[in-house]
Nanobody, 122 residues
Framework: QAHLGESGGGLVQAGDSLRLSCAAS????????MAWFRQAPGKEREFVAA????????LHANRLNGRVIISRDYDKNTAYLQMNNVREDDTGVYCC???????????????WGQGTQVTVSS
C-alpha cells in the first residue's frame, strides 16, 4: 500500500501564491500518475490537475485558467501544485491521488492522501 502525504496548505490572502506538495512512500511501484483534487465547502470533490510521472505530461482543469501548475520530482516520488493569484473560491481541502492511470476522474486513482486545507481570505 502506498502512502501519500500532503503539505503546504494554510491560510493565505487573495492574490497570493502557495505550493502544495505530495510525497508518495511505501509500495509505490504501481504509481504512474499523481493528481490533485479539491473539495470546496458544501461541494463535491473536483479535479484540479494530474501529471504522468515518467514523461511529465500534465492535465489541468480548464476552469482554473492557468493559475495552477502541477509538476513532479520523479526521483522523490513527489508531486507539487503551484497555485498563483489565489481567489476565495480556491478555498477547500486539496487531496493528492496516485495510481496507474493518467486521468482526471477520481475512480482512476487507487491511493489517496488525507488532504490539506487551503483557506483564501479576501
Amino acid at each position: 500500500q502506498a502512502h501519500l502525504g500532503e503539505s503546504g496548505g494554510g491560510l493565505v490572502q487573495a492574490g497570493d501564491s502557495l505550493r502544495l506538495s505530495c510525497a508518495a512512500s511505501g509500495r509505490t511501484f504501481d504509481i504512474s500518475a499523481m493528481a490533485w483534487f479539491r473539495q470546496a465547502p458544501g461541494k463535491e470533490r473536483e479535479f484540479v490537475a494530474a501529471i504522468y510521472l515518467y514523461s511529465g505530461e500534465t492535465l489541468h482543469a480548464n476552469r482554473l485558467n492557468g493559475r495552477v501548475i502541477i509538476s513532479r520530482d520523479y526521483d522523490k516520488n513527489t508531486a507539487y501544485l503551484q497555485m498563483n493569484n489565489v481567489r476565495e473560491d480556491d478555498t477547500g481541502v486539496y487531496c493528492c491521488a496516485a495510481g496507474r492511470s493518467f486521468a482526471s476522474t477520481e475512480g482512476d486513482y487507487d491511493h489517496w492522501g488525507q488532504g490539506t486545507q487551503v483557506t483564501v481570505s479576501s
